[in-house]
């Protein structure tokens, strides 16, 4: 090969070198300062709830014409970022995570990015974890399979609390 072609190819490397780098340090820092990239992100970050059509929740047993005079009513964050969030419960699934299209959109680092969900089932809130990295808890035990969720009992995921409100 002639110096200049091993010139070139040189030159082609570094600077593939260099956009994976450049790249890298723009994960990083997104990762690290979690600074929303552009408007709509960040109209979303400062939003933090939002009341998004969520996705149909998978077919469930039966259910029997539940009771609905002790259920709860709303969902309020106690703790994290996000302190006197209110959401009006439904009958709709509600889906909490770092992704712009939850329920809940958290800002937590210690948040997946899907990482809960509660869903209404036989007149009772249920939480289930979607497979998180660090876990949901109820209360203090960690939720391994689904499990009700009464009214007044922290759910925490991160630095966000959780409660059921009547």
């Known amino acids: 090969m002639n110096p200049l072609t091993l010139d070139l190819i040189k030159l082609a490397f570094l600077a593939v070198l260099w956009l994976f780098v450049i790249a890298a340090v723009g994960v990083v820092r997104t990762d690290l300062f979690d600074q929303p ?37 709303q ?42 969900r509660l869903y209404p089932q036989n007149g009772e809130w249920i939480v289930e974890d979607l497979g998180s990295t660090n876990g949901t808890y109820l209360d203090r035990q960690k939720v391994t399979q689904p499990m009700q969720v009464p009214v007044g009992v922290p759910v925490r995921i991160g630095k966000t609390v959780l409660e059921l409100r009547r």
């Open 75 to 116: 969902l309020v964050v106690t703790g994290g970022s996000l302190t006197g969030t209110t959401i009006t419960l439904a009958d709709q699934q509600i889906t909490i995570g770092r992704a712009p299209d939850a329920t809940l959109v958290l800002t937590d680092d210690y948040a997946s990015t899907r990482h809960a």
């Open 37 to 73: 990239t552009s408007a709509r992100k960040q109209r979303r970050a400062s939003h933090g709830a939002r009341r998004a059509p969520a996705p149909p929740a998978p077919a469930m047993p039966a259910r029997s014409a539940p009771s609905r005079r002790g259920s709860a009513r």
